[in-house]
């Protein structure tokens, strides 16, 4: 089971380009699950036109209206039709992010139908959020308490020296360390290497969170770092991870009050 995010900042322009690449990099890596991030509506129906999208006809996103059609938003695309699809909005969001998830019908090596749930959602970015961004993937974590299988895939904002490093508790894992990679490594914003960023904040890594008592983690990369037909992605490179059924079942993990926490530097700006 391979899952794929990428904040795609529409804003930035030249989409249809860019979703040409994007459609490139996804016939080579077949994602079953796209989470996709800085989108909107009108991006969306494009994607649905695309012959790369035909690989993917289930669509799962906020409830649209007309008048937010062209602000940006959160999506999940998928090989499976989601059972059922929440959405959650963050209370105290300066930006009014949100996170959208969608459970789907899996089966494991012994033929036996579980649900997983896959998540996309954008935290809010910015030097004086960091306990904004705290609050909000806690908020997260926390409505998908009761769900064993859960996959997180998100542009969380983060910035290392104001946010630090993820403390995880509660069966949660960071597919980007499990790994076995380095934190300074697999940044997602990189000024240097991408042409689509004029400025901004170097360091920010893009994250694939998990937690899951019937897949084990095989690999995680960072994606979409090559031009295509001379345009990147997106400002943002990706990050594509790749699970594997396990054998037996794992135990359940216990739930933690605080799921989450920065460690911050002791002279980060909160």
């Known amino acids: ?19 040409e690449a994007l459609g490139e990099l996804v016939r080579d890596k077949r994602p079953e699950y796209i989470a996709l991030q800085g989108v909107t509506n ?43 699809s929440i959405t959650i909005n ?43 961004r705290e609050q909000e993937i806690n908020e997260l974590m926390y409505e998908l308490r009761d769900h064993d299988d859960c996959f997180l ?3 969380m904002g983060l910035i290392a020296g104001v946010d630090g490093s993820l403390e995880l508790s509660g069966g949660w894992k960071d597919a980007w360390l499990a790994c076995g990679k380095s934190p300074k490594d697999g940044h997602t914003v990189d000024p240097d290497s991408n042409s689509l960023i004029k400025s901004g904040q170097r360091d920010r890594p893009d994250r694939i969170l ?14 979409g770092t090559a031009k295509f037909k001379g345009t990147f992605i997106s400002p943002h490179f990706g990050v594509l991870s790749v ?21 911050r530097p002791r002279n980060s700006l909160h």
């Open 1 to 19: 089971m391979k899952l794929l995010t990428f904040n795609m900042c529409v804003e930035v322009g030249s989409v249809a380009e860019r979703l």
């Open 42 to 84: 009108d991006t969306l129906k494009t994607i649905k036109t695309s012959g790369w999208a035909a690989r993917y006809p289930h669509i799962t996103q906020p409830p649209t209206r007309f008048e937010t059609r062209t602000k940006a938003t959160v999506a999940i695309l998928s090989t499976y039709p989601a059972v059922k």
């Open 90 to 132: 963050y209370h105290d969001s300066p930006g009014k992010k949100k996170a959208v998830v969608g459970f789907f019908s899996m089966y494991d090596k012994q033929k036996v139908e579980h649900y997983i749930c896959v998540v996309s959602t954008m935290l809010d970015p910015g030097l004086d959020l960091s306990l904004i």
């Open 153 to 155: 895939l998100a542009d």
């Open 210 to 223: 998990y937690r899951t008592q019937r897949y084990q983690l095989d690999s995680t990369e960072v994606v």
């Open 243 to 263: 699970f594997s059924p396990l054998d037996t079942i794992l135990p359940d993990h216990p739930v933690t009050d605080l799921p989450c926490s920065f460690l």
